[in-house]
């Protein structure tokens, strides 16, 4: 079992570090010709405005979206949260965004957010909410924010899955006993469900902002980094200058860099969520969980 | 606390599922139906009742591309990545548990960071690997890949239920004889199979959904799974919005008819996964 | 502390009864226990006093005032749980705050009483610990004190004891005790274990099937049960029931046994009854009129149990151990009339009066 573990951290590296090592050449093409030219791509990447919006893009791409479905998981979770009939029915269900290949949200949410056919546009006029169809995904300042609405709304339920589970282990005889000690329901939330899901919700915010921010497909398919590159995050980036431009040592160093800023963000997120797992609240559920003989 | 629940509360909570469920669910309730409308109508504009009913968008979808192939490939490539994913997930997940090395704790969530590479990143030297080794654009190269993808997050909702195992009935299986894997295979994979049926569901899902690594390395027409098709078509029918939510419509029943059959069992291991 | 009265407090779940009418009134700084065995309805009883459960019928009221409609939150009762129920992501001092934090009551003042409690229960060296670093009986005492600490209308307990070793239950009966003594505190106590019920009750409330099959104190209950499940509970070892038919000089036959009954008996010659009769009030007599055969002696120290058979009927048999018999032994056995109770038969039979 260790070696197959070694094996898939090897599958991982190998490219890796075969990428690491094209980013220190001008290579162009893979099988071209090529020469070692140190950090001379990485400095053309810093000095490139396009790469630095890029990355900066990227960085709220990922912040944004974390927030977002984090958010939006705990209050559907919440919703969520009381045993009604059928709700094993709709847990199931929530996640279908997660569910469907891409391409259908693409061509979903590309309808969906049309200026003349589209069905937003004809909901919002319908109910007198505006006077004219309002431009998504072809108004540069629109597209990158309904990217992110689109993206969170795909994730989210997978998260608030998760986050119902945890907040159903949570021992009711501590609501109980909370009520007998006159706590309100909103007092119990803060007190009691908030703090025993800090640890889900740190590993939910470390994963999430990972996945989001890999995201290249959802952006591909419906506005390919436009309008006039407003919605370019770094996996745009890097598969077009590799891709279109035919430059794979720069899109390797972009890649690297990309990398270096994804960790600086995921090991915080990382020591925070290892942290919360340490203490107290994790042994109380998974005993609880045991109890209930699962 | 239910005994006496505030009815405006229960009222704020009805409406807010049904909310939920609307914004989530509706979109693809209306494809569906706009899938049976003639373009034209589409382009008009939306109604509520169509007016105009046809099954011209499926069935000129179904003339014009290799639908039936492309679902074969997907099939294909998603029956050989559950077959990796699982045994890899179970004795990983089964590793860290029970076996103490330096840096166990750590390693159980270093395993997510893996999703910290970039994918985008990845692609360019896994083309050239794959190529060398005379993977590229096979069944069990995209499977590979789509595997590593899934594995991590694997690993992780199966570590909790790893852990709910009681190490007694291991060692009751120990006095018992049975050596580390027999007992792995007998006693602890059964206690643990709705976690194992989630892993399978997630790894479906993955491979279903794969689209960058799937159009990378599936150089072949006679290769392409369906996620990768049906995308090459947004291109191609730009606004003819019938044959697109046709297409969607047939890009998402395979995935969503299995899952509708495994969602059972999905739910309970990822709800048992949260644990941690 | 106050009074709480049950009135005719009925809870069903769907189709099953579990609380069938029940009356109860107990009195200002009263100590009363709910005993019977699992499923009598007595946690749900309980938890209806508390607001956790809503009475399908019923009124509770607690100082004359009825507070059936109010949620636990405002009743101001306290309970502690048969697992504690503590907070197990707060620390000992937290977790006894937390009442206080939620009725707004200034730090300083939490502080001091937070202080107070836990020294009043010996808890003051682990007030920064969390439940998971404590042992049972430090958790068992946190949740006293947190319900201690709000000085409550009345306290509700919930089996407290019964996740706790057999030693540590014997001390925490004393100090719960104690505790309600010093605080003159009305206690509602919930448990399985009629050896708690009968030394830590003012009022025993012996429950079966949703009802109350006896309401009295620990001496009315052991000595005058109502019926057979009263007598059957109450009292280790369980009491012997032998069936018996009345004689036309009544007298009770068991099988060959004839025992005076002591007085005359309001039943017909050739009816059946039940003859209740405890092992240590069975004592070992050459002239006595029951016939024993000893199948299993168990010597307890300075007591033995003798296992026997009265004709084809189990019979327990509990005396000193220097005068035991030995397996296989036939004796024979008296008893005196003020010993003897005669049941209707049946699981509630009823006890039957014996004249003069």
Request: net charge neutral; aromatic share 8%; glycine share 8%.
């Amino acid at each position: 079992m260790t070696p197959v573990v070694l094996l898939i951290i090897g599958i991982l590296l190998v490219p890796l570090f075969d990428a690491i090592s094209t980013s220190f050449t001008n290579l162009r093409v893979p099988g071209g010709e090529y020469e070692t030219v140190g950090l001379e791509q990485y400095g053309t990447l810093l000095a490139d405005p396009d790469f630095r919006s890029s990355l900066g893009r990227t960085v709220v791409w990922v912040l944004a979206n974390g927030v977002l479905q984090v958010l939006l998981a705990l209050i559907a979770a919440t919703a969520l949260n009381s045993s009604f009939r059928g709700l094993n029915i709709v847990r199931a269900w929530i996640i279908l965004p997660w569910v469907v290949p891409v391409a259908v949200i693409a061509i979903l949410w590309r309808w969906m957010l049309d200026a003349t056919s589209g069905g937003i546009n004809w909901a919002l006029s319908g109910l007198g909410l505006i006077d004219s169809p309002i431009v998504f995904l072809g108004d540069p300042s629109n597209a990158f924010p309904t990217l992110i609405s689109m993206n969170s709304w795909r994730f989210f339920p997978f998260l608030t899955v998760l986050l119902l589970a945890a907040m159903q282990t949570i021992p009711r005889s501590q609501f109980e006993a909370a009520s007998m000690d006159g706590a309100s329901a909103l007092r119990q939330f803060r007190t009691i469900t908030f703090a025993h899901l800090r640890p889900i919700l740190g590993i939910l915010g470390l994963v999430g902002t990972l996945w989001a921010a890999n995201i290249f497909d959802l952006i591909w398919l419906t506005t390919k980094g436009g309008p006039s590159g407003r919605t370019e995050t770094m996996p745009l980036f890097i598969y077009e200058t590799a891709f279109s431009s035919f430059n794979f040592s720069l899109a390797a160093a972009a890649s690297g860099i990309f990398l270096i800023v994804l960790m600086l963000i995921a090991i915080p997120l990382a020591m925070n969520a290892r942290a919360e797992l340490a203490r107290g609240p994790v042994d109380g559920i998974i005993r609880a969980a045991r109890g209930k003989g699962q | 606390m239910n005994e006496y629940r505030n009815p405006i509360a229960t009222s704020v909570r009805v409406v807010a599922v049904l909310l939920i469920l609307a914004v989530l669910l509706l979109p693809f309730l209306w494809i569906f139906v706009n899938s049976f409308r003639p373009t034209m109508d589409i382009v008009a504009g939306p109604e509520i009742v169509p007016s105009a009913v046809t099954l011209d968008n499926y069935t000129g979808l179904l003339d014009s591309t290799p639908y039936w192939l492309w679902v074969r490939n997907s099939s294909i490539v998603a029956l050989i990545t559950i077959v990796f994913t699982v045994p890899i997930a179970v004795l990983a997940s089964y590793g860290l548990n029970r076996c103490h090395f330096p840096g166990r704790n750590q390693l159980g969530i270093a395993v997510l960071a893996v999703y910290a590479f970039p994918t985008t990143l990845l692609v360019i030297p896994m083309f050239s690997l794959f190529n060398r080794f005379g993977l590229l654009d096979t069944y069990v190269g995209l499977a590979l890949v789509n595997t590593l993808l899934a594995v991590p997050f694997a690993v992780w909702m199966l570590q909790a239920f790893m852990r709910s195992v009681p190490s007694e009935i291991e060692e009751a299986s120990a006095m018992d004889g049975h050596g580390r894997l027999r007992t792995l295979f007998r006693i602890v994979v059964p206690q643990v199979l709705p976690g194992i049926f989630s892993v399978a569901v997630f790894a479906m899902v993955v491979a279903w959904t794969e689209y960058l690594f799937a159009s990378v390395l599936m150089v072949s027409d006679s290769n392409r799974v369906l996620a990768v098709g049906m995308a090459d078509l947004i291109g191609q029918y730009r606004v003819d919005w019938g044959r697109l939510m046709a297409g969607a419509v047939m890009t998402a029943a395979p995935v969503v008819l299995l899952f509708s059959i495994t969602a059972r069992w999905f739910l309970r291991g990822v709800s048992a996964g949260a644990l941690d | 502390m106050s009074t709480i009265d049950l009135v005719q407090i009925s809870k069903s779940f769907g189709s099953t009864t579990v609380v069938d009418g029940i009356d109860l009134a107990i009195a200002d700084g009263e100590f009363v226990v709910l005993v019977g065995p699992s499923g009598c309805g007595k946690t749900t009883t309980l938890r209806m006093i508390a607001g956790l459960e809503r009475p399908t019928s019923g009124d509770v009221r607690i100082d004359d005032t009825s507070v059936v409609e109010l949620p636990p939150q405002k009743r101001d009762l306290a309970m502690v749980f048969q697992n504690y129920a503590l907070y197990s992501h707060y620390t000992v001092a937290k977790n006894l705050a937390y009442p206080l934090k939620a009725r707004g009551v200034p730090k300083a003042e939490i502080a001091e009483k937070v202080q107070a409690t836990a020294d009043m229960l010996g808890l003051g060296q682990v007030l920064r610990r969390r439940p998971g670093q404590l042992s049972g009986g430090q958790r068992q005492r946190v949740a006293l004190g947190r319900a201690i600490i709000r000085e409550p209308l009345a306290f509700l307990m919930d089996e407290p004891l019964s996740n706790l070793d057999a030693a540590l239950r014997v001390d925490m009966r004393k100090e719960i005790i104690q505790l309600a003594d010093r605080l003159s505190s009305t206690v509602v106590y919930v448990t399985h274990d009629q050896v708690e019920a009968m030394t830590m009750a003012d009022r025993v409330v012996v429950m079966y099937n949703g009802r109350i099959q006896q309401l009295g104190t620990p001496e009315e209950v052991f000595e005058r049960p109502t019926n057979r499940f009263v007598a059957g509970f109450i009292g280790t070892p369980r009491m012997n029931f032998l069936e018996a038919s009345v004689t036309s000089d009544d007298y009770l036959d068991i099988e060959g046994s004839v025992v005076s009954a002591g007085g005359a008996i309001p039943k017909k010659p050739g009816e059946t009854v039940f003859l209740g009769v405890r092992p240590e009030a069975l004592a070992i007599d050459p002239q006595g009129p029951l016939h024993l055969t000893v199948t299993l002696t168990e010597n307890l120290g300075s007591e033995t149990l003798a296992y026997g058979q009265v004709g084809h009927q189990e019979c327990l048999l509990l005396v000193p151990t220097r005068l035991a018999p030995r397996q296989g032994d036939d004796i024979r056995m008296s008893c005196e009339p003020v010993d003897m109770h005669i049941f209707e038969p049946g699981d509630l039979g009823e006890r039957i009066a014996v004249g003069a």
